[in-house]
């Protein structure tokens, strides 16, 4: 019977966790394994995060390693490392027999390559440690490191019914089947064809006659942002992996790549907003620090740089137009605002893939929206000034200065990342403190350049 | 076979591009088919974006319905509008025929309200007509706006043959089956099982003797972002969708949870960098005014409110001290920065799920944080205006002002997202501008009252 539940969502309440805590103090296994048998291996992992390590390595020992295999994936990386720890090389090689090679692969890589070595010792199961070692040779931003062993594979010569009785063995290591890749004699991936395919099919069909020979795939060596990509465009749940030869490796499944896509996602928004090294709300504050501190030290050096421009004109704008000190703030928000927006829209295109055409054409479209924009907020800015300060050719010299200030701005945010990518670098990193810093420091340069140009000083 | 490609990725060029657009004005029909045939149908959606609407239109008119209706669910948004302008009631309803219900409301749900009537009355299977209508009653952020009613169900007292047989005819519709759901004689969800678990079963045993009680679904009215986090955090592909009574209404696969991700993540990027409504680097000028202006015109007012501030403190800071104005950019920088650090790090956690613990203990972290950041960055700024300046009280003023600063930006950039969440607001509208003006006008106003309280003026 399906249990009625008020919400959708696990949810982690104090409650629940103290309950956890009062059971294994008073250990009360049975209680406890019947307590936590109830929820999903994601939620009691989640409940273990919230543990003391103690507390955490006896419910992981408790458990039986088919259940604790799983909460050991989905555990928060820094519980994880601490949890093994505590655990034997012989334990770990326990939890890891009970794992899909690229589960087990990705928990093993994350050892010492000291206790790497004891541990896939360990491991009883000859092929699954050969597929183990296989995969922990793949570089870790590549398709074979997100790849598994585990996938249904038949050959063309065979028959449907063959093929059927054949499965039935392989498919049993396979959480979910996906596609049936075909090869021929040689492993070489061929086509594939769909459990709907076979089940629809007649016996005596031969696979040959029925399979699929459009099938998509990528090399091993591929770079895991494009297999993401391009799952993402077909929209396709698992893709097999190949080499050169075209010899079938593996397959990637969407779930990995749904995190993948996440991890992505998280990593541009961190850096967008000046923090390095994908951190968390709930790590440590010295963790914190290491990931913010760099960017808010760029800023300082910004804001030094904008004390010495500010410095240099200081005695050009003595008397009436000492006013212009005072809307530096306003032009370094502008400037760093419209670097910020334009560098997000071109770093966003260049992520999807959809920025065509020439940088110039880029850089013209970039400078006409900035001169439109710029336009809008001066003849507020000037009306302003003119109307508190009465100076004409003071509003005027502010206002002309801010549409310089924010085309150029908006150049700079158009053409970095756009450079960057040129360059192999990731352009996420333009975005944030990184522009805003330079924008800052080039604006109110511009601006009272073209000031003082206009009040003649 | 399958066909050798040196790069996993389609990569649309110029040359192809010409190529398509030479051949539709020599209307090379034959041609055209076979060219744009030898792409995945979201390709041929990328060419078509590229060429006019005149020349789309005749692709679109050229091709058979069953490739062009999948090539209009992956066409740009604008692009499609104006192609389904080109084409009669009619002619859309018999691309709508070829698509699964979810595709199908998503395309007529952009149509005016007046061509959706028209449209649906025009689809011939009725089936069909009412399982459209019925999805496009549901609201926009729901579940049921995403799911579709293709999948394949089982009653839970049929038997396995009887199962294969019965369902052979269901799958057909069905492009991906992943789960088989059971369920009882008033059609109320109660089990799912795999086709893998139909293949190896045996032909004679009951569906409900092989099939999984622990299924997970959503509820019909759940919030689109909920499901997504409920399918990434338990890995699943498909999740089905049922109402109030547990009755089966549909399914939802992860295909279109990677693009809510997706949609999200851009969103949430866009709207951390000052940018609203969802545009692309290829939009118009005017929409792409229309996302940004507002929010460059929050900054303006910012910066106006900079300047009253400093107007303010004019006759405080003659002489000497004026130095304090040079500052005001540096610590406007400062300000923002860790406001947007400590904002993103809190929406993050948030939209992830992982902020736990009371706001005071979120807060008193970031104060310890702020805290550390700020006395490193301050004792930096000590050294440089003491150095450059002579003046100690001067460098000590505008250092102590600094961390005061900084610490009250972390506290606001904590506070404000945590604060709108409670309030049921997407946090991630107080990442960017909002939180970096707010910062900047605080920042210069605490900057001056403890530099002038510190300088005894």
Same mark, same amino acid.
């Not at 790549?257 to 951190?279: H, N």
């Given at each position: ?6 919400? #959708?969502?696990? /949810? ?14 008073? &250990? ?24 003391? +390590? ?5 419910? #992981? ?6 259940? &604790? ?5 989905? +555990? ?22 009970? +794992?899909? &090679? ?47 062993? /585990?996938?249904?594979?038949?050959? /063309? ?24 890749? $075909? ?34 795939? $990528? ?32 397959? #990637? ?50 804001? $030094? ?90 509003? +005027? ?7 310089? $200030? ?22 996420? #990193? ?6 805003? &810093? ?20």
């Amino acid at each position: 019977m399906v249990e009625e539940k008020e919400n #959708i969502q696990f /949810e982690l309440t104090d409650e629940l966790i103290e309950q956890v805590e009062r059971l294994v103090s008073e &250990t009360k296994d049975k209680e406890l394994k019947a307590l936590l048998n109830e929820y999903h291996y994601a939620d009691v992992a989640e409940i273990l995060d919230e543990l003391s +390590l103690e507390d955490s390595v006896y419910v #992981i020992k408790l458990l039986d390693s088919e259940t &604790t295999s799983d909460i050991l994936t989905e +555990l928060d990386e820094d519980t994880r490392e601490k949890v093994l720890e505590n655990l034997s090389a012989k334990e770990i090689a326990e939890e890891i027999e009970e +794992l899909d &090679t690229d589960d087990a692969a990705d928990i093993i890589a994350e050892l010492s390559e000291e206790r790497q070595a004891e541990v896939i010792s360990q491991i009883e199961d000859n092929d699954h440690r050969d597929e183990i070692t296989e995969l922990l040779a793949y570089d870790e931003d590549t398709a074979g490191s997100l790849m598994a062993k /585990e996938l249904v594979k038949v050959y /063309e010569t065979w028959t449907v019914a063959g093929c059927l009785r054949r499965i039935r063995g392989q498919a049993k290591d396979v959480t979910r089947v996906h596609s049936i890749y $075909v090869v021929n004699k040689k492993e070489k991936l061929i086509g594939r064809l769909s459990l709907k395919d076979l089940i629809v099919a007649k016996s005596e069909q031969k696979i040959a006659d029925i399979s699929k020979d459009t099938v998509d795939w $990528v090399y091993v060596h591929d770079d895991v942002e494009d297999v993401a990509r391009v799952m993402a465009k077909y929209d396709l749940e698992a893709i097999p992996v190949v080499d050169k030869n075209q010899t079938l490796l593996g397959r #990637i499944t969407i779930d990995d790549i749904v995190d993948v896509l996440k991890e992505e996602a998280d990593k541009d928004y961190q850096m967008a907003a000046g923090i390095t090294g994908d951190v968390e709300a709930d790590d440590s504050i010295l963790e914190l620090t290491r990931a913010r501190l760099p960017w808010l030290f760029l800023g300082l050096l910004g804001g $030094v740089g904008a004390f010495l421009i500010m410095e240099g004109f200081e005695e050009a704008f003595k008397g009436e137009a000492f006013v212009l000190f005072f809307f530096t703030p306003l032009i370094a928000a502008m400037a760093g605002n419209v670097g910020v927006q334009s560098s997000a829209i071109i770093v966003q295109g260049l992520a999807n893939d959809d920025v065509r055409g020439s940088v110039n054409s880029r850089l013209i479209k970039e400078m006409l929206l900035a001169a439109l924009n710029g336009t809008i907020l001066a003849l507020f800015l000037f009306l302003f000034v003119w109307a508190t300060k009465g100076s004409f050719i003071t509003a +005027l010299a502010i206002s002309v200065s801010l549409i310089a $200030v924010i085309i150029v701005a908006g150049l700079i945010g158009t053409f970095v990342p756009l450079f960057l990518d040129k360059r192999g670098i990731d352009p996420a #990193i333009a975005t944030g403190p990184f522009i805003t &810093t330079s924008n800052d420091i080039f604006g109110i340069l511009i601006y009272f350049w073209i000031a003082r140009l206009i009040l003649g000083i």
